[in-house]
């Protein structure tokens, strides 16, 4: 049976976060460079519906897509990696697939038949695997499998893969990422972790065609042979993956060990184009060879785990990038920052950023460091919950609303200046009580926003329950606070800036999740360009001072 879209399955192995997802990226970015449409998928095998419900420290970033699907973090690097938008289409879980066989199920739609994992949550994987396929938009389909190969909650996926190997044939190709430790005290490399997961592989039916090794050192010839041998793979087939100094690397580290040129070849491909990388390597050359340096704070409630803010992470090396500077990020957990410290914690930033988040925890700190933004005439971005802190702050402190505060934290505070929008009071459940997605947004002209984005009509991605109170705006307006972006069809206010700092901006939305290496976003980059006067102009003040003295 022959399909007009390729599909490439990508399984790990020995260990956990091994990097799927970049190889998937990376490979998914070579295979455009040579001129195929690809897009990249994530199935997770866990059993919620989707990430949006999760705390961050179990599973990172929740990801959010244009058409408002809460997704795994990994789809921020395939957006980043491949600049194509993805959607609700390219993350399952495995919650979502019984979910949709049980709906059927009640709909009478296997007429009552006994419904079992195999065929019909099995069909389920295997029709959520071609529905990006089947739209004919792309050539090929990457598909990566969470999880690690011998997990029980992965059985189904891989079960899945076998029969598309068998009913799509030459259609079809298996990654498979390992691991090669390294023992010291042998002073070599170990493929036996790699036999044992390829041979749990081949218990479930699924031979791989390529493997991609996860390793510390280099894969000299007669390992790479012994691997070959023992795992059925030729010996072009097996890949290796050094640790890299960045990410970015990977693209370029993967192209020299020729992946995709094996894959083209194991798909019965042709190479339309020689892969053009001139613009990434481009982009390497600067991350690597920055003129400048800053460093900005990043003050949030999850800092322990940085996953938990990937895409801003990421978004900072892009601006950095766009502004030939290196940007360090310092993280600062809001929940430690008190009145008592917080000069020592940021009063040698160059920028700062109040995080995204949920809840009550933390956000005292969070308050506090926009007002140290304000008052010290520091770049600000207040993002999200960030920009709510910054209305918060100025009601409290301009304003002299003492009360104010957002009914997420108290429900009959006195000045509510933050508040859940009327539509979305009466739902009970968490996963649909928020704005979703892409949304329009007007911003007015000069204002530090407009003169970033250099556009006045705007689209961004929402993930958020409570917005600016309307009522209020005159009062903010009259005192400085202007809303410089709203939605024009709402008049919800998505951006505030302070008139009489040098650039102080919160926005509703998170800008973070459209910054790609191709498209570094332009409020970071206006941020971090920000951030670079507000270090020149200090360094001049000082100078200034030591020449007086």
Known sequence: MSNSTKYIFVTGGVTSSLGKGIISASLAKLLQSRGYTTTIQKLDPYINIDPGTLNPYEHGECFVTDDGAETDLDLGHYERFLNVPTSIANNVTTGRIYQAVIEKERRGEFLGKTVQVIPHITDEIKDRIQILGKKGDFDIVITEIGGTVGDIESLPYVEAVRQMLWEFESDCLVIHLTLIPYLAAAGELKTKPTQHSVKQLLELGVQPDILCCRTEHALDLTLRKKIAKFCNVSINAVIESRDAETIYDVPILMQDEELDKVVLEKLNLPSKTIPNLDNWKSFLYKLKNPT??????????????????????????????????????????????????????????????????????GISGKIDAVKFARENNI?????????????????????????????????????????????????????????????????????????????????????????????????????????????????????????????????????????????????????????????????????????VN
Request: aromatic share 8%; net charge negative; glycine share 8%.
């Open 379 to 547: 770049p600000f971005l207040g993002i999200c919950l960030g920009m709510q802190c910054a209305v918060i702050e100025f009601a409290r402190n301009v304003l002299n609303m003492t009360d104010a505060n957002t009914t997420e934290i108290d429900s009959d505070c006195k000045f509510p200046v933050i508040s859940m929008m009327e539509e979305q009071k009466n739902i009970a459940n968490l996963g649909g009580t928020m704005r979703l997605g892409a949304y329009k947004c007007k911003l007015k002209p000069n204002s530090n926003s407009a003169i970033a984005y250099n556009s006045e009509l705007i689209s961004e991605r929402h993930r958020h329950r409570y917005e600016f109170n309307n009522e209020y705006l005159a009062q903010f307006e009259e005192k400085g606070m202007l809303a410089t972006g709203s939605n024009p069809d709402t008049g919800l206010v998505e951006v505030v800036e302070i008139k009489n700092h040098p650039w102080f901006v919160g926005v509703q939305f998170h800008p973070e999740y459209k910054s790609t290496v191709e498209n570094p976003h332009p409020l970071f980059v206006g941020f971090v360009g920000a951030a670079i006067e507000f270090t020149k102009s200090n360094a001049s003040a000082e100078a200034i001072v030591d020449s």
């Open 292 to 361: 400048k340096e800053i460093t900005v704070g990043l003050v949030g409630k999850y800092v322990e785990l940085k996953d938990s803010y990937k895409s801003i992470a990421e978004s900072f090396i892009h601006a950095g990038v766009a502004n030939q500077c290196r940007v360090n990020v310092k993280w600062i957990h809001s929940e430690k920052l008190t009145k008592s410290n917080i000069k020592a914690e940021l009063s040698d930033l160059d920028g700062i950023l109040v995080a995204p988040g949920f809840g009550s925890r």
